[in-house]
């Protein structure tokens, strides 16, 4: 495997530029219907899950997993990060993960 | 400078002792310590722990073999970053986990403790885990890994986004310098830019004190800018009373700030006002 090694943290308005790509997403459960979950990352996120995945609606969760080109996520590993999460922090993170990229991720 | 003395003390005991307190830290941890001594030697007193990604581990540049690593042109000794566990190899020796944070991938060795006591070992991570591992970043035939002082587990995850917003404060320390409004001509040695957030409030007169100059000194400093006086400045009993703190305080926080020639004395020794240039 070349680079992408590296899975840069976005939220829901970066999906478009990250299609094929695998990224890592924290958002709160707010649906789960049977291999489907919606998330709120700062928008709506729909995460298609994998048999290992196990989430609870209400809580915070950490995917990673490949952008589709319908902008849903096909999960490839989930951790469920509870409720008390400051979801604030999570957008720090990821303005800094684009603003100063040259410490969290390269270009494919 | 013994304040800043991040010393080789610094690494293993107390890491794993707060581990241990979290209920994490698998292992004491000791042998990842004196493994390490060799090149402690060189570097002991400007020893620093460094939050990174783990891109920039891997991007981190030796200028020759054996030499220490630079991240941002500044020399790191022990690292410290947060990553979820890839995967785990066990080995007779050492455990070695694949550590991922988003940015990269590193392997990552524990010592195993020999004579540790089975009945108290703590249980072991799991692949998929977030941990926080403190470190030397080490180069074996050209592959890098991090050899582990201390490794615990992630249990509140705010401490993911905090590290990796720490990281990103002192990567930007580095390459742009000190934040706006904190203080210009701090000795960048590394270790000291934890510091620069506490007093930006002493900028009142426009000149900056260095990070060095803490607590009462910076007080002092403050209240001789911002008191209506004469030219004679203020008296030593005048700022003890004004701050509500001892006077042998008071002159603790006058010799340093008349070393770093901040202020000087005026009328008698007792007698300072703000050196103006």
Redesign the interface.
Known sequence: MADPLSTPRLTSPHLEHFTSRTIRLVGRVTQLRGETATLDSDGVVTAHLNRDAHLTVGNMVEVVGKVNSDLSVRVLRATDWGRDVDFEAVKAVVDATHRYKEIFYGEP | MANYGYGGGYSTTSYGAQGGADGGGFMGGSQGGSQDSPGGSKTYGKDTLRP??I??IIEANQPHPDSDFKIDGAEVTQITFVG?INSISSQTTNTTYKI?D????IEVKQWIDSDADPATSKPQPQE?D?LRVYGRLKSFNNKRHVAAHSIRPIT???EV??H??E??AV??YFTRGPPEGAENGVKSEGGMFVDSGLGNSAVAGGKKLPAKITGIARKVYELLQSEPQNNEGLHVNNIAQKLGVPSNEVFKAGDVLLGEGFIYTTVDDETWAVLEY
């Open positions: 990174v990604t891109k920039q979820q991922d988003g940015t990269g991938l998929g977030y509140d995850f705010n986004n905090y990796l917003l990281a990103t990567h930007l």
